[in-house]
């Protein structure tokens, strides 16, 4: 029965199939498949979320931080941050809640990534109406951001004998600038604005790894590539289940494979990076520090050699 079980798993998460497809293939009752795929679903989630998705620590926040430095070029970075839609049917009652800007229903997965694209912490299930900076407003995750209830480090200087700079997680435009969330500058601030370009490209390289693991989520579990025919509640499960999945088999090669079959597809950067901009709530604190964060991109210690040249061809997004 387990094997039956994990089986029918892979086969709905590789392939997308749907559990009627799976219940002819195994000649099983379809009610009988999803509950042996909720449940599996279910126990991956308690088992492994522990063990590959544990709360972050100060050590683990500093850990992330030098990494996203040496990789990515971003110092004092905890995490990125966006939110994807899960495609699903129409729930039963469900109304327009569901019903997002692409015309299609869906839940949304909100997810903050370390420098390697595994998932660290994720909030999924809120409606797909809702903007992604709307929903990490509201979730258990924003306010203990808010609060300051996740054991940051204290502000650290971006080179010797600065000033003590604090700890961020970087964002795209739907999300409101914060102290410690950094989105780009407007695209009215950027015109003719070589400076706050140059912030913008070195934001969007540390961002963009979210956007890969989202496809690569994608390009290993296909099944979220189609509509999913189950209710909200089962999508969570599955969701869940599957970014653990995704952090049990991380390996940087074969993460190298599935960005490669991304690429080839146009499937990076999937997220809700369409939505309307949020605006607002913002304090001065907040574009205090993001103009520092400016200025030391652009100073000696803090500039890249390649960078001036990336930003001339446009590559900013």
């Not at 600038?177 to 695209?187: G, N, T």
């Amino acid at each position: 029965m387990l094997k039956l079980a994990g089986e029918e798993l892979m086969g709905d998460f590789a392939t997308g199939e749907s559990y009627r497809s799976l219940g002819f293939s195994f000649r099983i009752g379809f009610s009988t498949i999803r509950e042996i795929v909720e449940e599996v679903c279910h126990i991956i989630w308690k088992i492994l979320s522990p063990i590959y998705m544990p709360k972050p620590r100060k050590y683990d926040w500093k850990k992330i931080s030098k990494e996203y430095k040496e990789l990515w070029n971003f110092p004092n970075c905890l995490r990125s941050l966006d939110g994807k839609h899960i495609n699903i049917r129409c729930p039963i009652k469900g109304g327009s809640a569901y019903y997002n800007y692409k015309g299609s229903n869906s839940i949304v997965l909100l997810a903050l990534v370390d420098a390697h694209y595994r998932f660290i912490t994720i909030d999924v299930g809120s409606y797909g109406r809702n903007t992604e900076g709307n929903v990490f407003a509201k979730s258990i995750l924003g306010n203990a951001f808010e609060n300051k209830k996740l054991d940051v480090p204290e502000d650290t200087s971006l080179e010797d004998n600065g000033e003590p700079m604090p700890y961020v997680i970087v964002a795209d435009e739907a999300f409101a600038l914060k102290p410690y969330l950094m989105r780009p500058y407007s695209r009215v601030s950027v015109t003719g604005n070589e400076r706050n370009k140059t912030f913008n490209y070195r934001l969007s390289r540390a961002r963009r790894v979210v956007e890969n693991a989202f496809g690569i989520l994608s390009a290993r579990w296909r099944v979220f590539r189609t509509v999913i025919q189950v209710q909200p509640n089962s999508v969570d499960k599955i969701v869940l289940a599957a970014c653990c999945l995704h952090n049990m088999l991380y390996r940087s090669h074969d993460y190298d494979y599935y960005l490669d079959d991304i690429n080839e597809e146009s499937e990076i950067g999937e997220g809700l990076d369409n939505l309307e901009p949020l605006r607002g709530n913002s304090t001065q604190r907040s574009f205090e520090v993001r103009d520092k964060y400016r200025d030391y991109f652009l100073s000696s210690n803090g500039a890249a050699p390649w960078q001036y040249e990336m930003v001339r061809r446009g590559r900013i997004n």
